[in-house]
């Protein structure tokens, strides 16, 4: 009962007097990537979290008793507005060494999270009079709002099996896309397009921000690298902690084409979006000592397990279903071909289950339909459970 | 010679070949609040920032050691946009007993700083309608251009021997203002004075963003209580652990009024700037076990030493001088009636003596003419020696 209740307060049964309880015909869920879209659910499959019962609370405890034991003075003071300077050359080692970004540390920037990095640089794109950006559709629904606050208005371009349709760009100067692991699809953009969209850069005077979210998380092959690696100058790489370590720890990098550098720390100067030294230093110091390669290759072990298993269930369960976009991220993209996508999503709401579909994250009407299924937010205790409450929701009809 | 080369190089002294070098014409000193003001000085009397070799290192290692071991896992993920309970509930029943503010947890709201706090006022103001804030005149440059890059214009007004004029505010719906210690001229708004600003927020539908920086530092008398109190309903009150803490932990709040609480909110979503959780619950334990308490108090001892000395210094080298302003805070505003400003700073500049005047905070021609000298950012080891140099400099004429 009290389940139920939950249900109806949040919208999705509806509760008329003297005629039951039915399933509300409004969109069932709240949109994508909101931070308490599972709040209330038992189980939650949303996508965009690591999980939070994996991060290294020792090692993190042990780099930031370091930093607090031997840092100098000036760690407590206003720094550095693009963040601390270990950070930055941290960062810049790294993200050169994994994700082969093209980087010099003063041109790194830290932020409290991607979508506090993109506020800035959408109000920036704004006050260079860039009226407009490209987003793919679909994608993550937060972002666009966070770049229409910023004074931009949004341009969707359609997502194929080859990732972002850069043929459709021609209006924008400005694109935010996820080309490692499209968002929600899951294709990798392929080299074609990549070229493509470099061009379209060069040749209209235009930006390309890569929204590298999960680009640590290989299981099958190498990590496709960065595509700013192609053209520092053209494109604007964004990368976070969110998923290698937690949201908690509030840190998130752009790497900016050095045109762009004093435009967007214009915009800092004008907001004073403050991040914490001491978790700057901690991150640094993380970096440096290995530590956070170590915990990414136990996370990739732990996220690769959880994506058999799920594999192996929608293989077992549900072989209607076409699974993409597995070798990398925290979710699975789950084509549907002959079943409807909102009606999946309804019994797995009436069952307590938070599941997005590809609906969830769309601008324009869908071309396909399909689950986006996360499997990194349980606890690694839930996770059994979770699967089993899912296919339990696939065998119905 | 290379002090020289670092003053000319920033614009103090200016080096024509074959005419030797003179002290520049220009405004000598780069806007009071600036992060890096003081960059390349020797001696340090700016105002705004605590000693950072004050930092209780060992206390909040303990305090962040705690968290880590004891949190729940919900700590590491995304969370409530207001910013931690725990931390909320902590500064709610630290904000009512230390000053007085009448406050519900539920709508205190947790920022990155203060002026990123102010930010997400402007921007929110901006979309209610309101196209301009009232500022003090003297007051801190930087949150001017914090108020106009969110969208209202700036409308300064003047600051007398009571504090900020209301009379003048006629034309304004929000005020900005630092009621418990101007800054930087130290006055205490008057009590005749809070309750016309009380009327004048009442009768106009206004708002009055009370910037209470550094009202945990008190030294002859019972704190000033916030003006909040006098109505939670018109009054924001912005604090900050910028001052009590250090700003490397990056941490400030508001406490809303219950009807702007939505539309901040609001704001919030669309920028999404991120605080660390981490962060956030070491502040509310080193709260709750009244570490901030005992923190507090031996800063304050520390602080009113150092008050007393710079005081001594003033009252012994320079009996010309009008002292104001110092019986609380971290600076002391010194009023001239018969020297110039200008001339005392950039006599200190060519000494590598970094200080402000009433100039530098000013928006219209400054009715007064003063130094505001900062005594709380030189480490202890250095103050003696700061002094020293600074009665130098007002020895000479």
Chains 1, 2 share one sequence.
């Not at 038992?42 to 840092?71: C, I, M, N, Y």
């Not at 991220?329 to 307590?352: K, N, V």
Request: aromatic content about 6%; some cysteine.
């Amino acid at each position: 009962m009290t389940a139920y209740e939950q249900l109806v307060a949040e919208g999705y049964l509806v509760a008329a007097a003297g005629s039951g309880t039915t399933v509300a015909s409004v969109r069932t869920s709240p949109p994508a990537g909101e931070a308490d879209s599972s709040k209330g659910f038992f189980t939650d499959l949303l996508p965009g979290e690591p999980d939070p019962s994996s991060f290294p609370r020792q090692a993190w405890g042990v780099a930031l008793r370091k930093v607090l034991h031997t840092s100098p003075d000036g760690l407590f003071r206003y720094g550095d507005r693009r963040g601390l300077a270990e950070l930055r050359v941290a960062l810049a080692g790294y993200l050169a060494r994994s994700r082969s970004v093209v980087v010099d540390p003063s041109r790194v920037v830290i932020f409290g999270g991607f979508a506090s990095a993109l506020s800035v640089l959408a109000t920036t794109f704004h006050r260079l009079g860039i009226d407009r950006v490209a987003v793919e559709d679909p994608g993550l629904p937060p972002l666009r709002k966070v770049i229409t606050a910023g004074g931009p208005a949004i341009v969707p371009i359609r997502v194929d099996e080859h990732g972002l349709r850069v043929d459709d760009l021609a209006a924008a100067r400005v694109v935010l896309c996820t080309p490692a692991h499209q968002y929600p699809m899951g294709v990798v953009l392929s080299a074609t397009r990549r070229v493509a969209l470099i061009d379209w850069a060069r040749d209209n005077d235009g930006w390309i921000i890569e929204d590298d979210y999960d680009g640590e998380f290989r299981y099958d092959r190498r990590p496709v690298g960065a595509m700013q690696g192609l053209d520092p100058e053209r494109v604007i790489y964004g990368g976070t902690a969110s998923k290698s370590l937690a949201p908690g720890v509030g840190l998130a990098w752009l790497v900016l084409p050095p045109r762009l550098l004093e435009p967007v720390l214009d915009t800092l100067r004008q907001r004073r979006d403050t991040v914490s030294s001491i978790e700057q230093a901690a991150l640094a110091d993380f970096i440096a000592t290995g530590r956070l390669d170590r915990h990414l290759r136990s996370q990739r072990q732990h996220y690769r397990r959880r994506r058999d298993s799920l594999v192996q269930l929608l293989e077992n369960h549900a072989p209607w279903l076409e699974v993409a976009g597995v070798s990398a991220g925290l979710h699975a993209t789950a084509l549907l071909h002959d079943r409807d996508e909102q009606a999946i999503i309804e019994r797995a709401a009436a069952r307590s289950v938070a599941l997005f579909g590809i609906a969830n994250h769309s601008i324009g009407a869908p071309t396909r339909q399909g689950l986006v299924i996360g499997y990194s937010r349980s606890a690694a205790h839930a996770f059994p459970q979770a699967l089993e409450t899912l296919a339990g929701i696939l065998n119905l009809r």
